[in-house]
């Protein structure tokens, strides 16, 4: 498996300069590929160990074996990042910081980036889904290790108008933020998210500010439903 400079950097949680001078200065062991930088895993991960760096998170995070999508684990992502209510406007940006610095099993350089990242311009996606509600997440997915979501709900006592109004034209007051642990469970959390709020209780819940536990109780429940069965005859 080879790594980009990008990849690299964040799952050691620096600055890409500071590979590229481990490259000239420390022996990181690197190839060029049509004017690409890349990094071989095993010898990336051979070369930090020798000097004490380490990735609890990321591409250089001890392999595991793949888990099934059916532990897709929102639930106990938002008992991590919580349920908050009554949050001004005006406040938004600064609770996403502290449910960032809440990020289980990322070191401080990759809060710091990921937190530097919600400020950048165009850093954050707001996507209104309609309803008066969105899902906001970092524009560019990040690759930090299984295990390292978060997901957080904020109710809103006034319109957000950063995020817009929704394909309906309801401004938006209710915020369903994530950071998933790669970039693929980044689509497949969203995708989850997206379903989960037109299936079963889980909008209504969202939509009334229900208590705590009915909304965890909603989505243990939307995260255990089994797909539908495939019509075989229908699909031959």
């Not at 449910?99 to 990242?117: C, D, E, M, N, T």
């Not at 390292?148 to 950063?162: D, K, P, Q, S, Y």
């Amino acid at each position: 498996m080879y790594l980009t400079l990008i990849q690299l950097a964040e799952s050691l949680g620096v600055e890409t300069r500071v590979v590229e001078g481990w490259i000239r200065n420390e022996g990181l062991p690197s190839l060029t590929d049509r004017g690409r930088l890349l990094f071989d895993r095993a010898e990336v991960v051979t070369w930090a160990a020798s000097r004490g760096l380490v990735s609890r998170a990321g591409f250089l995070a001890p392999e595991q074996p793949q888990l099934m999508l059916a532990k897709r684990r929102l639930e106990p992502m938002l008992r991590a990042g919580g349920i908050w209510r009554d949050v001004a406007a005006s406040g938004v940006l600064g609770l996403l910081e502290t449910i960032v610095a809440k990020l289980p099993g990322a070191s401080p350089p990759v809060l710091q980036l990921l937190i530097q990242r919600l400020h950048v311009p165009n850093g954050i996606s707001w996507a209104p889904v309609g309803d008066g509600m969105a899902l906001p997440h970092l524009r560019a997915p990040v690759a930090l290790g299984r295990g390292a979501g978060i997901f957080a709900l904020l109710f809103l006592r006034e319109e957000f108008v950063l995020a817009g109004a929704g394909p309906d034209g309801v401004p938006v007051t209710r915020l369903l933020f994530f950071i998933a642990p790669s970039p693929r469970a980044h689509l497949e959390f969203l995708g989850l998210l997206s379903t989960a709020l037109v299936r079963g209780n889980l909008r209504k819940l969202v939509l009334d500010c229900a208590p705590d536990d009915a909304i965890l109780s909603a989505l243990a429940e939307v995260e255990t439903e089994k797909p539908p069965a495939i019509d075989k005859e229908r699909n031959r």
